[in-house]
């Protein structure tokens, strides 16, 4: 059966979100309005895990941002892209009946193809216009490689995944620098660490390096990454001081944001999602975690959505601390400058 979107659909040809209600059974979701290579689930109204599967790995295949988990398969997920949307099946996380859901779709370069602009051999799904890029690898032996991302310019931010055996997720971030990680499914601040050798991206190729935990390059193992770099008037991956006041720090995007992914890196703190499809209006006041299980939080003030970045409101430690370090991803509601203030 056909399941109708929200209202709050916005539209873009690289980045949607849709609303769904679960009715236990498969049915399509639609309304993306291109067919998605990552698509990212989670249940609003229930305690669910959350469910991400793309095009590169391919149906069927999931992984859980808030759980170490190893990839797990099964014909209850979802089952394929389609051009308009995804087909789930009837798992109670991604598709309970009466449960309300939120999917975040990006578009990355339908099939992978080979990439061996590196030591290490990718496959990669790429969408260098909109800076983003779903890159495969096998681990080897070796003490560090490199690893083909299939973008024009350095990515600013890429999340990996080790498939095989699980484990934390490792973040770089440019601004945080290249001796350091986040980890998506924790609340760990900006931690020591040698995953990325010390070593930025560069315009072909990122950098890891075989640790004791191989969370990013050990030899057997498989692993996903997925890469984004900011495009002017669609995407921003950047960072911000909070100031611990109800009149918060304003957060330049260059357009007004459909989509925000921010984490505080000085101190632990948990990740927050908050979008324009369950916040239609000016305000940002429900949110999820990426790292958690829990379901849709509502605060008073989170964010104002303004025509050219959010402004943060309140002085949640997680969000404005007053001198608190922040690192965002952004994508725009119209994209390619576009936007109007509501």
Not at 296 to 311: I, W
């Amino acid at each position: 059966t056909s399941n109708l979107p929200s209202v709050d659909v916005i539209p873009s040809e690289n980045f949607n979100t849709v609303l769904y209600t679960g009715n236990g059974s498969t049915q399509s979701v639609t309304g993306v309005g291109f067919q998605p290579d990552f698509t990212w689930i989670k249940a609003r109204s229930a305690a669910q895990t959350h469910g991400l599967f793309d095009s590169n790995r391919g149906v069927q295949k999931l992984l859980q941002s808030n759980t170490t988990s190893a990839e797990l398969t099964s014909t209850g997920y979802v089952t394929s892209f389609n051009s308009d949307g995804i087909t789930i099946g009837g798992t109670g996380f991604l598709n309970g009946s009466g449960d309300t859901f939120v999917n975040w779709n990006w578009k990355a370069g339908g099939s992978a193809v080979s990439n061996t602009n590196g030591t290490i051999t990718s496959s990669v799904s790429a969408n260098p216009s909109a800076g983003f890029s779903i890159v495969s690898y096998a681990g080897t032996a070796a003490a560090n490689g490199t690893v083909g991302h299939g973008l024009s310019k350095a990515p600013s931010l890429y999340i990996i995944h080790d498939r095989t055996n699980g484990g934390q997720w490792p973040i770089y971030v440019e601004s945080s620098g290249n001796g350091i990680k986040l980890d998506l499914s924790s609340t760990l601040g900006n931690a020591g660490t040698s995953f990325w050798n010390s070593t930025s991206p560069t315009a072909s190729v990122f950098t890891i390096k075989n640790t004791s935990t191989g969370d990013v390059l050990a030899n057997g193992r498989n692993y996903i990454a997925y890469c984004f770099h900011s495009v002017d008037g669609y995407s921003k991956v950047g960072s911000y001081t909070g100031n611990g006041s109800a009149d918060g720090t304003f957060v330049h995007c260059g357009f007004r944001p459909a989509f925000v992914i921010i984490k505080r890196t000085d101190v632990a703190a948990d990740w927050m999602i908050w979008d324009t499809s369950r916040d239609p209006s000016n305000e940002f006041t429900k949110f999820l975690y990426p790292n958690l299980s829990n379901a849709e939080a509502t605060g008073s003030s989170v964010a104002d959505g303004l025509s050219n970045g959010f402004k943060l409101r309140g002085t949640t430690a997680n969000r404005n601390a007053s001198g608190g370090t922040y690192i965002f991803l952004a994508f725009a509601e119209s994209p390619f400058k576009h936007t109007n203030a509501r």
